[in-house]
């Protein structure tokens, strides 16, 4: 069993800046690529960040230059810096692993329960 574990979420005046920790802990053989995703209430879940295991990056348009994702593969963990933050930002934020398991042996997506960030003007 695969758990990831979200932290570091909160409340944060526009402008300011937070961090998010996502940390995988389990039956991990190893693990693939992971990301950020994110989602306001009402709507689908949109994808903010993604990084593979080698550190090649993605993001939405809406944060390029003021989020930015890295991971630490010796601690199965990985991060979302945010800065200049603004009210459309509020939302769940959710970290997503692709991770390869010996017991049983496959590959799956895993999810954490998710951290609210809000954003007040």
């Known amino acids: 069993q695969v758990q990831l574990v979200e932290s570091g979420g909160g409340l944060v005046q526009a402008g300011g800046s937070l961090r998010l920790s996502c940390a995988a802990s389990?039956?991990?053989?190893?693990?693939?690529?992971m990301g950020w995703y994110r989602q306001f209430p009402e709507k689908e879940r949109e994808l903010v960040a993604t990084i593979t295991t080698g550190g090649f990056t993605n993001y939405a348009d809406s944060v390029k230059g003021r989020f930015t994702i890295t991971r630490d593969n010796g601690w199965n963990t990985l991060y979302l810096q945010m800065n200049s933050l603004k009210p459309e930002d509020t939302a769940v934020y959710y970290c997503k692993a692709i991770v390869i398991t010996l017991t049983p042996l496959g590959q799956n997506d895993y999810w954490g329960q998710g951290t609210q960030v809000t954003v007040s003007s």
């Open positions: 389990g039956r991990i053989s190893s693990i693939n690529a």
